[in-house]
């Protein structure tokens, strides 16, 4: 008669093979990287076109309204002959078209964060990219580093290599910063319209347009810098940009 086959104890029994977590990866060599390297890639390609279709349609609703509001103030005008309703008819459509602008400008200035940060996401999974496979970094003209000054060479700007006005001036060519040029404009020619319109000379009225359209141009320009600053302060740079090394003199 056969004896019955007892049962292993738990503590002699087999260990089972470890099992990454839900099998994924666990490093760059694995053929499922890049599948998961690339979705994420095209991803941030598609973030990217989305903020940059909502910034030109943001900045071409803004264009649209002022062209249409000064055209309105000019019929106006012509179908009154001026006076002072007139006068109070165009201090409230500037301070609509002046509060569209910053409006227009604050999401502006949002979507260029989100885009600044899907660039230098990109630029990490570059980084990935020449890790798997480190002879393609000469045909590669993007950055493969994420701290700022790498990510700022996608737009042809190094903040190294440029100077302030320099800087300045290209700041101006931007969407933001041809947004924020005409809306202090409006902010100036607002100011100008309510002395006009509380009895001030047009001197006067001119004198303070001028200065008020200076103030906010510097004031906009200071909220962009912080913004950036701020946004540069609080990114995690997790592959930065080695400096070259040099050697001592002998």
Do not use: C, K
């Not at 012509?78 to 609509?96: D, K, N, T």
């Not at 230098?120 to 994420?146: G, K, M, N």
């Not at 302060?233 to 090394?245: G, K, L, N, Y």
Request: hydrophobic share 50%; glycine share 10%.
């Amino acid at each position: 008669m056969e004896r019955p086959v007892e049962p292993v104890p738990a503590a002699e029994a087999a260990p089972a093979p470890a099992v990454s977590l839900a099998g994924a990866p666990t490093e760059l060599t694995d053929p499922r990287v890049i599948t998961i390297l690339s979705t994420e890639h095209w991803s941030l390609l598609t973030a990217r076109s989305l903020v940059y279709n909502e910034m030109f349609t943001r900045g071409g609703m803004f264009l649209t309204l002022l062209s249409a509001s000064l055209l309105a103030l000019g019929f106006v005008y012509q179908g009154g002959g001026g006076g002072p309703e007139f006068l109070g008819v165009v201090v409230a459509v500037l301070a609509l078209d002046l509060f569209v602008g910053l409006a227009t400008l604050g999401r502006i200035m949002s979507a260029s964060s989100e885009e600044f940060r899907a660039l230098q996401a990109t630029a990490r999974i570059r980084h990935a990219y020449l890790e798997i496979a480190p002879f393609v970094a000469p045909y590669l003209s993007t950055a493969t580093t994420d701290d700022s000054d790498s990510v700022l060479e996608a737009y042809g700007q190094s903040l190294d290599e440029a100077g302030l006005l320099l800087n300045i001036g290209h700041g101006l060519t931007t969407m933001p910063g041809m947004i924020g040029v005409l809306v202090a404009a409006l902010a100036g020619a607002l100011a100008g319209s309510i002395t006009v319109a509380l009895g001030g000379d047009a001197r006067l009225a001119l004198v303070l347009g001028v200065a008020s359209g200076i103030a906010a141009l510097l004031a906009l320009m200071a909220y962009a810098v912080r913004t950036f600053s701020s946004l540069n302060a609080f990114t995690e740079v997790r592959f930065p940009r080695t400096p070259p090394t040099v050697n001592p003199p002998r």
